[in-house]
């Protein structure tokens, strides 16, 4: 029988845990991960990193496609250096990478960016939104930017909205405000969208911190139509990372439900999934299971990420 994956692809989404170069940048607050640092992040340890990455990357959804992901979302990437580094690296330098980056203000200098295959992803635009948020003292509080990138898939014409929200650390409820400022943003990118082209495609993806039922992802879906699949892959079993050995969602890819409507669409929506093959993962002890991340403190353990991959896949008609 034929092997039909040809017309099948996939766009991930992917947490890559901190990928900072060995430089230190005096604009940033990079301070650990220098060879000096606690963390003592060396060339090695970095260039170990960059090899284990692009052998996740260059494996999701390979079994539904038959190859690496046209479309990679990005998020903890430092510079453009370190994704110059990464498409160059063994695992990636044969797929062909180009990459879409701009340094954001975040105090920690971590961006988001996207990775494309030119052959399958033509980008026409690309640009960066803001979230402003203020702290307690009404200061502006810098985060990281939303990536939206504009391109033809399959001759259709694509807009990917990457995003890294603000983290939950000091509190759930406390910090939620904040993601509910990122979403509101994402709503209005969409809006502003939809009034030069209302039967827009659109893609949504990133690390939200939020799960598919926090009020932040159910107001993005809600207001712009976007239909998330990760609300039926999340399960007590299944998510993308783990804290307190609870499985949370933090990692979705959302989409316009014209991805749906085979008539006025070439690119149809066919699976989604949390890409978490064994190797990804903590082989033993009381982590079994859980990613096998880079560090866990101050401690080096090698991995690849405190994240899994998610990705979808698409079939081209």
Known sequence: ???????????AFYNIENLFDIEND???????FLPTSKKRWTQKRYQNKLMKLGSVISKIGEDKTNTAPAIIGLAEVENSKVLSDLVRSKNLINEAYSYVHYDSSDERGIDVALLY??????????????????NELGEQDYTRDILMVQGKLHHESVYIIVNHWSSRREGEK??????????????????????DEPNAKIIV??????????????SMEKENNLYNPYKTVWS???????HNFQWNQFDQILFSTNFFDLNTTSLSF?????????????YHGKYKGQPFRTYVGKKYKGGYSDHFPVYIVLKAS
């Open 205 to 218: 993806m990133g690390d939200f911190n939020d799960n598919p039922n926090s009020n932040s992802i159910i």
């Open 174 to 195: 406390e910090t939620e405000y904040k993601r509910i400022a990122a979403a509101n943003k994402v709503n209005t990118i969409i809006s502003m969208l939809k009034k």
């Open 117 to 134: 295959k030119n052959d399958v992803f033509k980008v026409e635009n690309s640009e960066t939104f803001s979230v402003y948020l203020q």
């Open 270 to 282: 066919d699976h989604a999934n949390v890409f978490n093959s064994k190797f990804l993962t903590q």
């Open 1 to 11: 029988m034929a092997n039909n994956d040809s017309n099948k692809f996939s766009i």
């Open 236 to 242: 007590r079993e299944k998510g993308s990372l783990n």
């Open 26 to 32: 005096p604009n940033t607050n990079d301070d650990d």
